[in-house]
């Protein structure tokens, strides 16, 4: 249910969602019933092309543009009471309803939603996804997806009209699903969107990053490590923690080595709440209050981030400050037809953990497989009080959550809709957030030399930091 600009977007397409979700009335005589005061009934999400059908036992995910209604998920209600109910779904997502937003756990800040009086009709009709749906059909939800919820198009100098007009005409009855495959292929490829996938449910996959960078993966992960501990730490073992997604070192002159290959990962059953506990038991062991006591400097290793939840992140953020501070301010794109079109930006705030706390100067560590959350975390440390220098090469460029919908065939895709603002209004999507000091990272040469540039960078200048 989650989950990285131009208004020549035709606006029949909005207009047609409008008209889906209109709420109507028996005239201007008829007297509006009283809405109920819970959860109970049907929401739209500000933003998202989402409805929800909220029940007392279950909740039910649509999926909506203006040409289509798809069901997603659903979910079961989780015992208790009060005016938020709780659901989770098959594959462990928490989501808090009440009465005008909707929580989901892991995920910073609150969706606005509105209650409508009934689900919309093209909803009530909708057919489950499932394969032999018409490649006509799955091309145009496709294609309406993206042109209702993408921010990113002008900035990336997509026309995506003119995409439709060149693909569209190669899509009909007869197509192949591997032709299907790489007419979408071929139309997502010029994003390069690491917040942008998608799967067919076999072996097909499209997926791909910022040209120039690697997005994560498991065996470049294995590699640094064994690199980064031969090389950076002499041979020494790190303490682990979080299924080896979490190590910590200590360093010569009372200095420390934090790595974080990801914000999630840390558990087997992967729901937030174990992830959560998992990521302040590492963050007891390292911040004791002798250790914070003794630091002059610490190296927060992200080169190698595979991102995760945003929330985990500023729970790391408030283990480095004694006194709160702006981390960043959320929006979603909530107009089909204009992508220029937000929410009114939500702030989030980095509040001090009331547990020992590192104050002192940090050197962040990012490259180009810096992703997702490891860069939201990245920006939560801008305005963060004491010294923070980032070093290596810009991060990958994708922050927002992404949302996963569903094709009529039942592929399953994956696109950003979110906007990450420093107090300016500035975001970094595309670019990257930037370094102070810019280094090689884990490229070839690096590896053949034995060098970590980086790494000797941050050492060099923590003492330096720390005497300012």
Same mark, same amino acid.
């Given at each position: 249910?989650?989950?990285?600009?131009?208004?020549?977007?035709?606006?029949?397409?909005?207009?047609?969602?409008?008209?889906?979700?209109?709420?109507?009335? *028996?005239?201007? *005589?008829?007297?509006?019933?009283?809405?109920?005061?819970? @959860?109970?009934?049907? !929401?739209?999400?500000?933003?998202?092309?989402?409805?929800?059908?909220?029940?007392?036992?279950?909740?039910?995910?649509?999926?909506?543009?203006?040409?289509?209604?798809?069901?997603?998920?659903?979910?079961?209600?989780?015992?208790?009471?009060?005016?938020?109910?709780?659901?989770?779904?098959?594959?462990?997502?928490?989501?808090?309803?009440?009465?005008?937003?909707?929580?989901?756990?892991?995920?910073?800040?609150?969706?606005?939603?509105?209650?409508?009086?009934?689900?919309?009709?093209?909803?009530?009709?909708?057919?489950?996804?499932?394969?032999?749906?018409?490649?006509?059909?799955?091309?145009?939800?496709?294609?309406?997806?993206?042109?209702?919820?993408?921010?990113?198009?002008?900035? %990336?100098?997509?026309? !995506?009209?003119?995409?439709?007009?060149?693909?569209?005409?190669?899509?009909?009855?007869?197509? &192949?699903?591997?032709?299907?495959?790489?007419?979408?292929?071929?139309?997502?490829?010029?994003?390069?969107? *690491?917040?942008?996938?998608?799967?067919?449910?076999?072996?097909?996959?499209?997926?791909?990053?910022?040209? #120039?960078? &690697?997005?994560?993966?498991?065996?470049?992960?294995?590699?640094? %490590?064994?690199?980064?501990?031969?090389?950076?730490?002499?041979?020494?073992?790190? =303490?682990?923690?979080? =299924?080896?997604?979490?190590?910590?070192?200590?360093?010569?002159?009372?200095?420390?080595?934090?790595?974080?290959?990801?914000? #999630?990962?840390?558990?087997?059953?992967?729901?937030?709440?174990?992830?959560?506990?998992?990521?302040?038991?590492?963050?007891?062991?390292?911040?004791?209050?002798?250790?914070?006591?003794?630091?002059?400097?610490?190296?927060?290793?992200?080169?190698?981030?595979?991102?995760?939840?945003?929330?985990? #992140?500023?729970?790391?953020?408030?283990?480095? &400050?004694?006194?709160?501070?702006?981390?960043?301010? %959320?929006?979603?794109?909530?107009?089909?037809?204009?992508?220029?079109?937000?929410?009114?930006? =939500?702030?989030?705030?980095?509040?001090?953990?009331?547990?020992?706390?590192?104050? #002192?100067?940090?050197?962040?560590?990012?490259?180009?497989?810096?992703?997702?959350?490891?860069?939201?975390?990245?920006?939560?440390?801008?305005?963060? @009080?004491?010294?923070?220098?980032?070093?290596? =090469?810009?991060?990958?460029?994708?922050?927002?959550?992404?949302?996963?919908?569903?094709?009529?065939?039942?592929?399953?895709?994956?696109?950003?809709?979110?906007?990450?603002?420093?107090?300016?209004? %500035? &975001?970094?999507?595309?670019?990257?957030?930037?370094?102070?000091?810019?280094? @090689?990272?884990?490229?070839?040469?690096?590896?053949?030399?034995?060098?970590?540039?980086?790494?000797?960078?941050?050492?060099?200048?923590?003492?330096?930091? !720390?005497?300012?």
């Amino acid at each position: 249910m989650t989950s990285t600009r131009t208004r020549t977007r035709r606006r029949t397409a909005a207009t047609a969602l409008l008209l889906a979700l209109a709420v109507t009335t *028996a005239g201007p *005589a008829a007297a509006a019933p009283a809405a109920p005061s819970g @959860p109970v009934g049907i !929401w739209q999400l500000d933003g998202y092309g989402t409805v929800l059908r909220v029940e007392s036992g279950r909740l039910q995910e649509y999926q909506v543009t203006g040409v289509s209604c798809l069901p997603g998920q659903s979910a079961r209600r989780v015992p208790g009471s009060g005016i938020a109910f709780r659901y989770t779904t098959g594959d462990g997502e928490v989501l808090t309803v009440r009465p005008g937003s909707v929580h989901v756990d892991g995920s910073v800040g609150d969706r606005a939603t509105r209650r409508l009086a009934a689900l919309p009709e093209r909803c009530r009709e909708a057919p489950r996804p499932g394969p032999g749906a018409d490649p006509v059909a799955a091309f145009d939800v496709f294609w309406q997806t993206f042109a209702e919820n993408y921010p990113f198009f002008a900035a %990336k100098g997509i026309d !995506w009209n003119a995409v439709r007009e060149t693909h569209r005409p190669r899509v009909d009855a007869g197509t &192949t699903e591997d032709e299907l495959f790489a007419v979408f292929r071929e139309m997502l490829a010029p994003l390069h969107d *690491a917040h942008v996938h998608l799967r067919d449910g076999g072996d097909r996959f499209f997926g791909e990053g910022r040209p #120039g960078t &690697t997005v994560p993966s498991l065996e470049l992960e294995t590699r640094v %490590k064994a690199y980064v501990q031969e090389v950076d730490l002499a041979g020494r073992a790190p =303490q682990e923690f979080a =299924q080896g997604r979490i190590s910590y070192a200590d360093l010569p002159d009372s200095r420390g080595y934090l790595r974080l290959s990801g914000f #999630g990962g840390y558990t087997p059953g992967g729901d937030f709440a174990s992830e959560s506990a998992e990521l302040d038991r590492a963050l007891d062991t390292v911040f004791t209050a002798e250790r914070t006591a003794r630091l002059r400097g610490l190296v927060i290793d992200l080169r190698i981030n595979g991102g995760g939840s945003d929330e985990l #992140g500023l729970r790391l953020a408030a283990r480095l &400050t004694d006194r709160p501070y702006f981390a960043y301010a %959320k929006r979603v794109r909530n107009d089909p037809a204009d992508a220029t079109r937000f929410t009114r930006p =939500q702030p989030l705030y980095v509040q001090p953990a009331r547990a020992p706390r590192y104050t #002192g100067t940090i050197a962040v560590l990012t490259g180009g497989s810096t992703v997702s959350a490891g860069e939201t975390f990245t920006q939560a440390l801008l305005e963060r @009080p004491g010294r923070t220098v980032r070093i290596g =090469q810009p991060t990958q460029g994708v922050f927002s959550d992404v949302l996963d919908r569903t094709l009529p065939n039942g592929w399953e895709l994956g696109l950003p809709d979110e906007q990450f603002l420093t107090r300016t209004g %500035k &975001t970094f999507d595309g670019s990257g957030i930037p370094v102070d000091r810019t280094t @090689p990272v884990f490229t070839e040469e690096e590896f053949e030399a034995r060098r970590d540039s980086a790494f000797t960078t941050a050492l060099r200048l923590l003492p330096r930091a !720390w005497a300012v």
